[in-house]
C-alpha cells in the first residue's frame, strides 16, 4: 500500500529491484521500495543473530542500512534502479532536498552547535536559520556548547537540527530515538509531526516497534535483502493472524506444548508458558481438558509477534499486504 502520487509526479524515493554485494555478502538482493511524497514510512529489520559473519567488513544484517546508503547515493547498486524525486540520488542530495540523520556521524571538534547548524544550513539553496532548525530539535540551550562535548541525547539532537538545516522535502532517519529520554522522544515525534504535516516525506529505521506503529503511515520490514512485508500495524497483525496464549504451567505440565494444534512457536518462562499460536481455541482446550494450566490469557498477536514471525527464517519475501 502507498498513498497515491499526484499530477503524476515521481515518488520522493524508488528502489526497483535493487542489489548491493560486499564480497560473499548480498547485502540487498532484489530490493523494491516506494514511498509517496508528503508520506511517513518506517523501516524496520533484524539483524541475524545466528550465524553472524562478515564477508569483507560488512555484517549480515537485514539490508536496510545498505539500503539507505543505496538512496543517499553512499554507494552505487549492483543492479537494479534507486530514485529520489525521479532522479539519481546523488542530484537530489546536491540540490538540498534531502536531509540525513545517520548513527555513524561524529562530532566534530572544537566546533559550537550553532556554527555547526549554520555551516550545513549555508551550503543549501532555501535553508532554514540555526535558530529555526534548533527549535524544533530541542537544542536552543547547549547552541553555544562545542559538539564534541555534548552528551549522547544532546548530539542526537543536534543532529536532527543538521538533518532539519537545510530545510529538505526528504528526511532519511537512522535510529532517531536512539540515546533520547521518554520526554525528548515524544518532543521528536512532535517535531516530526509537524514536519509532515507541512508535506514533508520521512523514512526513518527504527527498533522501537510502538514507534513505527504510533508514528508511521506504513511500515515497510526489510529482511535478508528484500521486502517482506508493507502495510499499516493493523495489516502486518491481521497477515500474521492467530493470537498467544500464555498460562502457568501445572508441575509437569510443559511436556509437548509444540505439539498442542495450531502451535507454532513456544516460549516457558518461571513456569510460565507462552504460545503463538494460528487458532487460539484448539490451542487452549487439550491443556485445560487435563488441568494442566492456571492463569489463563489470550490475546490477539501483537506487532512485536508479526515481526518476529514475517523475519523468522522459513517467511519468503511476500508481495505488499
Not at 556521524?105 to 529555526?132: C, M, S
Amino acid at each position: 500500500m502507498g498513498m497515491t502520487q499526484r499530477n503524476g509526479e515521481p515518488p520522493a524515493v524508488s528502489l526497483t529491484g535493487a542489489e548491493k554485494t560486499f564480497g560473499d555478502v548480498r547485502a540487498v538482493a532484489g530490493l523494491d521500495l516506494t514511498v509517496a511524497r508528503g508520506e511517513t514510512v518506517a523501516l524496520l529489520g533484524l539483524p541475524r543473530t545466528l550465524g553472524f559473519a562478515r564477508a569483507g567488513g560488512t555484517p549480515i544484517g537485514a539490508g536496510k542500512s545498505t539500503a539507505i546508503s543505496l538512496l543517499l547515493g553512499l554507494n552505487e547498486p549492483d543492479a537494479g534502479r534507486v530514485e529520489l524525486f525521479g532522479g539519481p540520488p546523488r542530484r537530489a542530495v546536491r540540490a538540498g532536498r534531502v536531509g540525513a540523520m545517520l548513527q555513524e556521524t561524529r562530532p566534530v571538534p572544537r566546533v559550537t552547535v550553532r556554527e555547526l547548524v549554520a555551516f550545513v544550513a549555508g551550503r543549501h539553496p532555501a535553508p532554514l536559520t540555526a535558530a529555526r532548525a534548533l527549535e524544533p530539535a530541542g537544542v536552543p540551550e547547549p547552541a553555544g556548547r562545542r559538539v564534541d562535548r555534548l552528551s549522547g541525547g544532546q548530539l542526537q539532537r543536534v543532529r536532527f537540527a543538521v538533518a532539519l538545516a537545510g530545510d529538505p522535502d526528504l528526511l532519511v532517519l537512522d535510529e532517531p530515538t536512539a540515546a533520547l529520554d521518554v520526554a525528548a522522544r515524544q518532543e521528536f515525534w512532535a517535531a516530526l509531526r509537524g514536519r509532515a504535516r507541512h508535506g514533508r516525506t520521512v523514512l526513518f529505521c527504527t527498533h522501537h516497534l510502538e514507534e513505527a506503529d504510533a508514528h508511521a503511515d506504513r511500515i515497510v520490514v526489510v529482511d535478508r535483502g528484500r521486502v517482506v512485508a508493507d502495510g499499516t500495524g493493523e495489516e502486518l497483525r491481521r497477515r500474521v493472524g492467530g493470537g498467544v496464549v500464555s498460562f502457568d504451567l501445572a508441575e509437569g505440565g510443559g511436556e509437548g506444548l509444540e505439539l498442542l494444534p495450531g502451535v507454532r512457536a513456544v516460549e516457558v518462562r518461571g513456569g510460565r508458558a507462552r504460545l503463538r499460536t494460528d487458532d487460539s481455541d484448539a490451542t487452549v482446550l487439550a491443556p485445560a481438558e487435563r488441568g494442566a494450566i492456571r492463569r489463563l490469557e489470550v490475546a490477539p498477536a501483537s506487532l512485536d509477534d508479526a515481526f518476529l514471525a514475517l523475519t523468522s527464517p522459513d517467511v519468503r519475501p511476500l508481495e505488499t499486504v
